[in-house]
């Protein structure tokens, strides 16, 4: 009579990707209404509809679960900021397109949930911060070197594009980010205003003359 085996190596591959997905998904859930810190590994397996073995063979820890949430935040921006952008006509198109891709962003409640949890998180675990900045900062260079380079070309005068980039960004944080990370509703103002405004005040700022 054959025994059953729920290692890896035993379970089709259809039902250990079932598992993984049904894990992140319930660490999601409980790591955002609980905190990182008051998750146990066992209720995370209960969460998921799980064995605890299962759950022992696709993670190691709750580390590693966020660390794969991590990875999937990691494609979302790379889906957001896709490489070329910087190619796509002039100062005010890419601009225009880099902040309908924020807003987007903003509208994706996997990436806003995970976000709250960093912040919620970070100050009693430093590395859920570090490690979530190893996948933001990335894209923010890629940002603060266009302003570099339009500045070389003097189409633009940021003398600080780090200072430039993070201002660029917040405009639009303050509309649609941080309102809904503290729980209210965002401001009374359409993408498009937010973006062509924020486009509008940037450039009277930092376009050579």
Known sequence: METRNDSKEGVPAARRGGSREAIVKAAEQLFLKRGFGSVSMDELAVAAGVARRTLYNQFSSKEEIFREMLVRVSGQLEDAFPSGV????????????????????????EYLGFLRMVVADSRQFPWIAEEFATVMDPQTERLVRYLAHLTGLGILDCRNPILAAHQFMGMLNELSLWPWMMGREGLPVSAEDAVEETILMFLQRYRCS
């Open 86 to 109: 910087e190619t796509q006509g002039d100062v005010e198109d890419v601009l225009r397109l880099v902040a309908r891709m924020i807003l987007e962003l903003h509208e994706q409640p």
